[in-house]
Structures are given as C-alpha cells and as structure tokens.
C-alpha cells in the first residue's frame, strides 16, 4: 500500500512539474510575441511624433538646420538621435512626453562648457515647434516637418558628366565667407588653410561624384553631397579602427568598412554615388560604404531641406586641401 501511494505521489508530482513546464513555455512564447516589434503596440500619444524630423533654428536671427530621430524603444520609452549646426549625430537616451509636450537633455559636444543642452516641443498642426536652451542659458526656437523618404521607384539613368573644376579659377564656385583661403596653383584648387568653405554655384539631386584630393599631416575637410550630408576627408591614421567621423565616413551616421586611406601628401580617390539616401563611397579603388542610407543631415549642412536639389560644399575652415579634379554625373 505504502509501495502504491509512493508511486502515484511520485506520477502526481512528474505530472504537475510538465504542467508547470508547459506553463512557463507558454508564457516565454507569449513573451516572445508581445516583444516581437511587429506586432508592438504604438500607444496612441506618442504614434505621431515617431520618425525623422527636420528641423529649422532660429538662432539669434540666422535660420540654422538640425535634425531629430524619435523612436520607440519597448513599451513606452521613448530614445532618439539628435543633429545640431554643429558636430555629429548624437543619441538621446530619454524623451519624455507629458500631456503632448516633449523634453530631453543632451550633454555639449564640440561645444565645450558644463551642463546639458535642453530641448522642450510639441507637435502643433503636423510640425514641431519648440526651444533649444544651451548650457550656457542662450535660448532659441526651432520648427520642424517630417523628413522625406526619398525612395526612388525605378532605377536611375545617368546624364552627361561636368567637370565642375575648370583647372584654371574657381568659375562656378563661391567662398561662404570673406576669409577666403582658395585659390588656384598650377592647376590644383588649393585651400591654403582654415578659412571659408567652398560651395557649388549648380545645385544637385542624385548624381555620381569623382573627386581626387590631396592633404597635408594633420588636416580635415570633407564634401558635403547637396550641401548636407558629409563625407569626411580627413589625416586619419592608418592604423585606426574605422568609424564614421574618421576617413570615408559619413560624419556621425555611417562607418566605412575599412580604413582605406593612403596617408598624408597623396594623391587620393574617391567615387561617391547619390540616389535617394541611398550612397554608395569607393575610397581609392576599395567600396567602404555600399548602397547604405543616410538617415538625416550631418552638422554643418547648409539647411535641413531633404527633399530639394542642393550644392556640392568642400569644407575648407578646418584646414588645408587640395583637388585636382572633381566631376560629377547627375541623374537624368
């Protein structure tokens, strides 16, 4: 007797243990499914202003371009990217939302100074309106509407290309301030040192770019594809772990692969094409960034207009540079 009650206590407990397993198996998979983003429920409060924005700033009476990225992250948090005037994309660890109205803080970067940067806003009639208070209590105001997608519907057909450097002056060209460094030496579009950037008089929509650059020890530069977006041209070593504000990256947003320059004093390559967001950089014979989307503008873009033709700009107040050609083919 004692032998039978051992024996079904034995089965009664096997039994609810695979019970307690099925349990908790099936819990796990219904925790699965409720963390699976696809069928993640957006709450309602917040559903409008996910996504990217464009910004405008009104600084001091200068309109100047910044971005924001907002995302949900789990349930309810909400995280995001951030691009001022100036410096790179920088992340938002929290955005709190209280009865429609939206505030972060974000520490300097190039700025310099203690204490956080403070952006408050909230979504008015499809835009953003809101107030930057830097940490050094400047305040401004911003505006902002969705950035576009910019997804073409079929494949591109390319026009005639044009030599955008005649060899001879800077016909076609204009300097952004009147500290002007560019000049040009037998043959060679040459900025002599920190002074006024370089910017295109033709504007662009997608196009591929050939540029063959030199610099000296030490310098940075880069060329802003539609005055926006900047692919960084800077002394990187060669030796250093690729990265997005480094040699061939786009400045903030996307890392190269590989760390393809040649050095200081060389003559070097690269073959950028444009189309959409969608970019595509060779850096002397080797493709770094293939076919990757650039999410917003990079600090020092000329405005936050995505959806418009814009400039070529060679950034020349950081240092010293050299081209010998630069030709691009647009899009038919």
Known sequence: MIKQFATGLA?????????????????????EEVHNPASQTIP???KELLGRWDLTVDKKGTSVPSW????????????????????????????????????FAIPPQWEGGEGDFVIEGELAGGELK???????????????????YLVRD????????????????????????????????????????AGANLV???????????????????????????GRYEVQIEDSPKDKHPGSLYFGG???????????????NEWQKFDITLVGRLVTIVANGKTII?????????????????????????????GAIEFRKITLTPAK
């Not at 009664?12 to 019970?19: E, G, K, N, Q, R």
Request: proline content about 4%.
């Open 130 to 148: 809101g107030t930057i208070t830097s940490n050094n209590g400047e305040k401004y105001t911003f505006t902002g509407v969705k950035a576009p």
């Open 68 to 103: 924001i990225e907002i995302k949900l992250s789990g349930f309810t948090t909400l995280v995001g990217s951030w691009v001022g005037d100036s410096g790179s994309n920088r992340p938002i660890s929290h955005i709190k939302l209280t009865n429609g109205k939206f505030s």
């Open 154 to 193: 079929k494949a591109v057909e390319w026009g005639t290309a044009v030599e955008l450097f005649n060899g001879k002056d800077l016909t076609g060209w204009k300097p952004s301030n009147e500290k002007n460094q560019w000049v040009v030496k037998d043959g060679i579009l040459t900025n002599q040192g």
């Open 290 to 318: 293939n076919n990757q989307e650039i999410p917003g503008i990079t600090g020092g873009a000329l405005d936050s207009k995505e959806g418009e033709p814009g400039p070529l700009y060679i950034q020349g107040d950081h």
């Open 44 to 46: 309602e409060e917040s």
């Open 11 to 31: 089965f009664t407990t096997i039994l609810s243990l695979s019970l307690s397993s099925c349990k908790n198996a099936t819990q796990e998979k219904k925790e």
């Open 200 to 226: 295109s008089e033709q504007s662009f929509q997608d196009f591929k770019l050939s540029l063959e650059f030199r610099y000296p020890e030490g310098s940075n530069s880069g060329v802003y594809l539609r």
């Open 250 to 264: 786009v400045y903030g947003f996307l890392a190269p692969n590989e760390m393809a320059t040649l050095g200081a």
